[in-house]
C-alpha cells in the first residue's frame, strides 16, 4: 500500500526555548489570544480603550512603571457606535488616534467600499500586518461575531479562532476578544462557566480576563494563564468625562492593586452576583477541559498527575471536578488498556 503523507517529527534538541513577550507585562501576551469576560455594564470596552490609548502613547500600563513601546491598534467593534462611543472614550484617555484604526468596511476595485464580514473577511487583516509591522494590538467587540457556525460548537469555534491564533504568532501581535456572560444566575456557577458559547472559547484562549464586582468595586482578574501566575488584581472605576466641549462619555479610572489571585476574590458575598465558595473545584475544572483540548485523549493517570502536581490541586477537588464535568457531558472515560479521558465533542 501506497502512503501518500506521513508524520513529520521535530526533535526536540533544534527547538530555541523563548521567553513570553509582552505588551502588558504579565496580563497582555503579544502572539497570543486573550479573552475579556464580564457582566454587562462593568465597562469591558471602556476599559480595553483605556489600555488601546496608553499603548497607543507609549504610556505606563496600569500599576507598572516600565513604559510600553508606541505601537498601532486595530478596533473591531459591532457593540458601540464610532464617532459617539468608541472615540470620545479613546480621547477621554488622551490616546494617539493617528495609531488607532477602526474596521469600517472592505474595499474593491475602484475603491468602493463594501460591507465587512467578520466571519469571512477577517482574514484580510494580514494585509495590514504586513503593510504595518507597528500594529500590535487588535480588539474584538464581540468574539463571538468572528465564529463561522455555531458558537456553542467546539469544532466551529475552534475553527473560527484559529485564524486568529496563527496570525498573532505570525505577527507576533496580540489580540483580545470580548465576551460576555450568559444569563444564568445559578449561584453554583463561577464566572468561568458563565461565558458564553463553547467552552473551547476560554480553552483556545491562552489568557482570560475576568470582571469581578465585589462590594460595588470592579476588579480586573486572570482567570486562566498557561504563561505566567494569576497573583494580582487590579481595581478601576468608570468615571464620567468631557471631552470637545459639550460631549459626555466615559473613561477608567485604575484605583488599587490587589496582591489577591482569582480564587480568593471569588470568595466573597455579593446580592448582584452570588458566585460559588468553592471556586478551586471551578480552576480544577478549567485545567482538565484546557489540559484534554491540547491533547484530545490523554491517560486518566496522566491527567491526574498533571492537575494535582503541577497545578496544585487537591486529589479530592481533581476527583470533584472530574464528575461534575463527566454529569454535565462536558467529558468521558473511555477503555483501551488502560483508562483514558477525552473531551465530548458537541
Not at 470637545?244 to 458575598?269: A, G, H, P
Request: hydrophobic share 40%.
Amino acid at each position: 500500500m501506497t502512503v501518500s503523507k506521513k508524520i513529520k517529527l521535530l526533535q526536540m534538541k533544534y527547538v530555541k526555548n523563548e521567553n513570553t513577550q509582552w505588551l502588558w507585562k504579565n496580563w497582555l501576551p503579544l502572539g497570543k489570544l486573550t479573552l475579556l469576560a464580564g457582566p454587562a455594564g462593568v465597562g469591558k470596552t471602556t476599559l480595553l480603550m483605556d489600555i488601546a490609548a496608553t499603548i497607543s502613547n507609549g504610556g505606563t500600563l496600569p500599576f507598572q512603571s516600565i513604559y510600553s513601546n508606541m505601537c498601532s491598534v486595530i478596533i473591531y467593534s459591532t457593540e458601540d457606535d464610532i464617532e459617539t462611543t468608541l472615540n470620545p472614550r479613546l480621547t477621554a484617555c488622551g490616546a494617539n488616534t493617528s495609531n488607532i484604526y477602526y474596521i469600517t468596511g472592505t474595499l474593491k476595485k475602484e475603491d468602493k467600499v463594501e460591507y465587512f464580514d467578520p466571519t469571512q473577511d477577517f482574514k484580510l487583516i494580514e494585509n495590514c500586518l504586513i503593510e504595518d509591522s507597528n500594529i500590535k494590538l487588535i480588539i474584538i467587540d464581540p468574539i463571538v461575531s468572528v465564529i463561522s457556525g455555531d458558537m456553542h460548537k467546539s469544532n466551529e469555534v475552534r475553527k473560527s479562532l484559529a485564524i486568529f491564533v496563527e496570525l498573532a504568532q505570525k505577527y507576533n501581535c496580540a489580540i483580545v476578544g470580548i465576551t460576555h456572560f450568559s444569563k444564568s444566575n445559578l449561584p453554583t456557577t463561577s464566572p468561568v462557566d458563565k461565558i458564553i458559547g463553547s467552552q473551547a472559547f476560554t480553552a483556545f484562549a491562552r489568557m482570560v480576563w475576568i470582571i469581578l464586582v465585589s462590594n460595588g468595586k470592579k476588579i480586573l482578574v486572570r482567570a486562566k494563564s498557561n504563561i505566567t501566575r494569576l497573583k494580582g488584581a487590579l481595581v478601576y472605576e468608570i468615571e464620567d468625562f468631557i471631552v470637545d466641549i459639550n460631549i459626555d462619555t466615559t473613561r477608567v479610572k485604575w484605583t488599587e492593586y490587589l496582591d489577591s489571585d482569582y480564587d480568593e476574590l471569588l470568595n466573597y458575598d455579593s446580592k448582584e452576583n452570588a458566585i460559588e465558595k468553592d471556586s478551586t473545584i471551578s480552576r480544577a475544572q478549567l485545567l482538565i477541559l484546557d489540559y484534554l483540548s491540547e491533547e484530545q485523549v490523554i491517560e486518566s493517570k496522566k491527567l491526574e498527575k498533571f492537575i494535582i502536581h503541577t497545578n496544585n490541586v487537591s486529589q479530592s477537588t481533581y476527583r470533584r471536578a472530574i464528575k461534575l464535568l463527566k454529569n454535565e457531558s462536558k467529558i468521558e472515560s473511555i477503555k483501551k488498556k488502560e483508562w483514558f479521558w477525552r473531551l465530548i465533542t458537541e
